[in-house]
């Protein structure tokens, strides 16, 4: 048996026995890093800093990443720099927290730190960048669902990879988190997994064949059968404005004409590959070649696939949005009784998201980058774990409107409608017969005869009109959203939320099942959609006429029939006729008259200038003189019983502000001298003399339609007028070219197609009540001819 040896405390060199280990203590786990400590000291570049996301991403990194450094990209506008833009997003309420938090000239001072703009159109020409950028956030897109398909895939696809290409090109090497759509799984069922699209499409080919789209379709559009269709239309609509507004008019229709097909195309060709519209056709194409781009030059990517993105559920305050999102119009129209029933399968799933969460969980990807050549997916939605099914969000939206309707002006508040759900083909009958039921409308009260009847009913046409139309488009759009039955898995997204600290998922929090759908849709997301409708019909009036006094000559033009007096040339042709004719001749002479004003009509429709040319060969061998005394006599007389009292005010009113009246009109100058002492320069249709006695042709060409708007832009030249501020008067859509050439045009009982327009542009609409009855005239003996 040994025995232990004694240590040899005379010797210092001898070996002594090692003594008995301490216990070490437990090491402690190093503790994550928070999220702000990931991002702390990053160089973050953010694209679409104008829009919705971008905006928000770049709001958050300011308030509460403090040690980032961010370089933003901003497409100049208007002559405004990008610079420019971005800090004029800075006093939006958006921004509130940042100013609670740092002050006025703190926020100031950390914006100058911190941000730096970039002048720049990534989907044109992308500026030279930073060649030190630590993390890339791609917020922008073109987010219309229907756009063009050049469009679409110019901004989702290339205007993507020029970024992406400029980027590594600089000399960086970012985590690039790219945000895409989770509907890019295009038209499927069932479970979609976070993970690379399973499709064989070549975008490349694609992306050619859409930019050549543009080319094939513009070129179809100017064949001549096709220009000779747009003027066919344009001339039956603008005939009586003249030929400019009918050209321009045309042209027009060409340009939407083009716009439609490329949006057809656009729609067509992503049903034919398996999505529902070119928006997710083409953020599939633009992930496909991002996966190359990241793969070929050994970056990082991150794929963020959000949902339905709505209104904020807490930052930066509860309801907080930018524009109108995917269900907002649809729930606004609900709630203003503009939908009776909409398509869709009231179990499927309607995959709402607050916009708060989707940017938080960008921030947390952001700061967990996966190795390059290993792209990871992210769902942001809310479907697979806190399901809304749709007719749930119909009650609970309901619920909203039957507690806080919408106003209904002047007729108390909305009621809002009581859907059925009774699926996608009754729907589609339903708006079938609409359709053709206004169609017929409108063609009968477009012909109805001026009156303030007339216009209720092309008001109400036109309502039902743009109901229907906004019921087809949004049906057409959204109907395979409310249609699908698919349910996005969100496990990884799950898996990083899991991984955050407490406090960083109280800071930061996007788990879905956190949303109470009662809570958010009755108490955040309605009130905050409706809230700028209800601004709007409360203080929202029907446009009104301001007349003030100006340094500079202002101008007022009036037209005469249908604007100071109900009656038109022909009536006061008639008048005149009756007062020199024999009683036993006036029905001869009245059925002669009558007889003709169905060709009458038919020139003024063409032409108002062939209508005048033609209708004034009737005073052909009439005394001049005789007719001059017809007018001081009778005709006169006649005026002042049928002139506006309205109108007579408001022409003195431009007098007392020192304007100067003009009265244009397509009378016979005879006919207007009663007038003339109201206006300080009268221009009427110059009839030819000779010896005594009218020619029955015009001295010069009448001024209508676009000759007045002419006439108009001299005569302020001359005058040195201010036209911008200048006023003009009318009630015929022949006036049209006068009204759009002043800054102040007033619509006076108009016509239907001139109260469309009025309507559209928002110009005052104004009712002078006039004297229709017959006028008590005595006539003198008749005139000698």
């Given amino acids: 048996m040994g025995s232990k040896r004694k240590a ?15 216990p070490r203590p437990a090491a402690k786990p190093k503790p994550n890093p928070s ?35 961010m370089v933003l990209l901003a497409r100049p506008q208007l002559g405004s720099s990008g610079r420019e833009r971005v800090k004029s997003l800075l006093s939006r309420p958006v921004f509130n927290a940042c100013r609670e938090r740092f002050g006025d000239d703190g926020f100031k001072e950390a914006f100058e730190r911190r941000v730096e703009v970039l002048d720049g159109d990534f989907t044109q020409d992308v500026p030279e960048l930073p060649s030190d950028l630590d993390v890339v956030f791609h917020c922008a897109a073109a987010v219309s669902f229907d756009p063009p398909i050049d469009e679409g895939f110019g901004t989702n696809l290339l205007g993507a990879m020029r970024l992406y290409e400029a980027v590594r090109d600089a000399g960086s090497r970012p985590h690039l988190v790219h945000i895409s759509t989770a509907y890019v799984a295009g038209n499927k069922k069932g479970v979609i997994p976070e993970a690379t699209l399973s499709h064989r499409v070549d975008w490349r080919l694609e992306a050619e064949l859409a930019l050549q789209a543009r080319r094939d379709v513009e070129a179809a559009s100017r064949r001549p059968e096709q220009l000779d269709h747009f003027m066919a239309e344009a001339r039956a609509e603008h005939s009586r404005a003249g030929p400019q507004t009918v050209q321009e008019d045309a042209e027009q229709r060409r340009r939407d004409w083009v716009t439609k097909r490329l949006v057809n195309y656009g729609r067509a060709r992503a049903q034919t590959l398996g999505w529902p519209d070119a928006y997710t056709l083409t953020k ?42 995917m269900a907002d119009l649809i729930v606004l129209a609900y709630g203003r009784g503009a939908i009776p029933e909409f398509p869709g399968i009231p179990e499927g799933i309607v995959d709402l998201i607050p916009g708060d969460y989707v940017v938080n969980a960008m921030l947390a990807i952001a700061g967990t980058a996966p190795e390059p050549g290993e792209p990871r997916y992210y769902h942001v939605s809310s479907g697979a774990r ?30 809002p409608p ?3 759900f009774p699926g996608v083909l009754k729907v589609e009958r339903l708006l079938r017969t609409g359709e053709k039921l206004v169609d017929y409308a409108d063609k009968v009260v477009s012909h109805l005869p001026k009156s303030k009847r007339m216009r209720d009913l092309v008001a109400r046409v036109d309502r039902d009109k743009a109901r229907l139309e906004f019921i087809r488009r949004y049906a057409d759009l959204y109907g395979a959203y409310t249609e699908a039955e698919v349910v996005y898995t969100d496990d990884r997204t799950l898996e990083l939320w899991n991984s955050l600290s407490e406090e960083d998922r109280e800071r930061f929090p996007f788990d879905s099942t956190a949303v109470d759908w009662r809570h958010y849709l009755i108490d955040v997301y309605c009130p905050a959609v409706t809230a700028g409708l209800r601004a709007l019909s409360s203080a929202r009036a029907k446009p009104k006429v301001h007349i003030r006094e100006r340094e ?42 009558f007889s003709r004003i169905p060709s009458y009509l038919m020139a003024d429709r063409r032409d108002r200038g062939e209508f005048l040319r033609t209708f004034f060969r009737r005073f052909e061998d ?26 007579l005010r408001r ?135």
């Fill in 8 to 22: 040899d405390t005379k010797n210092p060199a001898a070996p002594r026995p090692r003594p008995a280990a301490k």
């Fill in 35 to 69: 999220l702000v400590e990931r991002l702390a000291g990053k160089r973050v570049f953010i694209t679409g800093v104008t829009g919705f996301l971008g905006q928000a991403v770049f709001e958050r990194l300011l308030l509460d990443v403090p040690d980032t450094r």
């Fill in 284 to 325: 599939a194409m633009g992930e496909r070649a991002v996966e190359e781009l990241a793969a070929d030059s050994d970056l990082p990517l991150s794929i963020v696939r959000p949902s339905i993105i709505e209104s904020a559920l807490e930052h930066p305050y509860p309801g907080w949005i930018e524009g109108f999102k």
């Fill in 386 to 415: 806190n399901p809304l099914q749709y007719h749930e969000l119909y009650e609970l939206v309901r619920d909203y409107f039957l507690e806080h309707p919408l106003p209904e002006r002047g007729r108390g508040e909305v009621q």
């Fill in 418 to 420: 009581e859907w059925k």
């Fill in 552 to 593: 500079q000559l202002v101008l007022a033009l009036f037209d005469m029939e249908g604007t100071i007096l109900p009656s038109n040339v022909v009536e006061s042709y008639v008048w005149s006729r009756m007062a020199d004719t024999p009683a036993e001749d006036w029905p001869r002479e009245l059925l002669d008259v």
């Fill in 622 to 647: 009439a005394s001049v003189e005789g007719i001059d005394r017809l007018v001081d006599e009778v005709v006169s007389e006649f005026m002042f019983q049928k002139c506006s009292a309205a109108a």
């Fill in 651 to 785: 022409i003195r009113e431009h007098r007392a502000a020192g304007h100067r009246t003009i009265l244009v009109t397509a009378a016979a100058e005879p006919f207007v001298r009663p007038l003339a002492p109201l206006f300080d320069l009268v221009i009427a249709a110059k009839l030819a003399e000779r010896e005594g006695r009218y020619t029955g042709y015009m001295a010069e060409p009448p001024l209508v339609g676009e000759a007045r708007a002419a006439w108009l832009r001299r005569y302020a030249e001359q005058e040195s007028a201010d036209l911008r501020h200048s006023y003009a008067y009318a009630d015929s859509h022949s006036d049209l070219p006068l009204l759009r050439a002043v800054g102040n045009p007033v619509v006076v009982s108009p016509d239907a197609a001139l109260y469309r327009i009025a309507r559209r542009r928002r110009w005052p609409i104004e009712e002078w009540g006039m004297s229709g009855g017959m006028p008590r005239v005595r006539f003198p003996k008749p005139a000698s001819r």
